[in-house]
């Protein structure tokens, strides 16, 4: 089985630097047509995200919860999975590390990382792809142009849509 591995803000919904309402969720229209894209070709779709903002205070850590549970059900997100730690906690599951990819792998043990993408809009989503051996797409909303110079990612696109016209036309 082959997957699907986004981040949450900058990628599937507008950055506001630390979501702490609802009213502040934007998702991007070109997401939706993205998602029913993947799925059409057969990918499970897994929402990773570093949520620190936990730790800071805040918002709780069942906001998060709430707001990815909220957001797999709009998008038909097969599951997500977050770390509410701050960077200086050192923790497996923050992202560049691939603490939470090796959890998705314990529940989805069918998953092929070596036939599947990490799209996000920040250098640490494109590391964690690379330290899972999986392929990478930097996407240009939130912050991903700040590092379309610099990026080790396999792809540069505009955005998720675009990611998922890429994907697809490879698969």
């Known amino acids: 089985m082959n997957a699907i591995f986004i981040d949450r803000d900058g990628t599937i919904i507008e950055e506001v630097n630390y979501l702490s309402s609802f009213e502040q969720i934007k ?3 070109f997401a939706y047509s993205a998602i029913k894209i993947l799925k059409n070709y057969g ?3 897994f929402l990773i995200t570093n949520q620190s903002g936990v730790a800071r ?20 997100i097969d599951d997500f999975l977050y770390c509410p730690h701050l960077p200086e906690h050192n923790c497996n599951c923050r992202k560049p590390k691939t ?8 529940k989805y043990p069918d998953i092929k990382l070596k036939n599947s993408y990490f799209i996000g809009d ?13 392929k990478t797409i930097l996407v240009g909303t939130g912050y ?8 080790q990612a396999d792809f540069i696109v505009k955005n998720i849509y675009y990611a998922s016209l890429l994907i697809s036309n490879l698969t």
């Open 57 to 76: 205070g805040y918002f709780l850590e069942s906001f998060v919860i709430e707001v990815n549970s909220y957001l797999c059900k709009k998008l038909n």
């Open 99 to 106: 603490g939470l990819i090796k959890k998705v792998l314990e």
């Open 27 to 29: 998702i991007y229209q």
């Open 43 to 45: 990918y499970k779709i």
């Open 122 to 134: 920040k250098e640490t989503d494109i590391e964690t792809g690379l330290n899972c051996n999986m």
């Open 144 to 151: 991903g142009k700040n590092y379309f110079k610099t990026t």
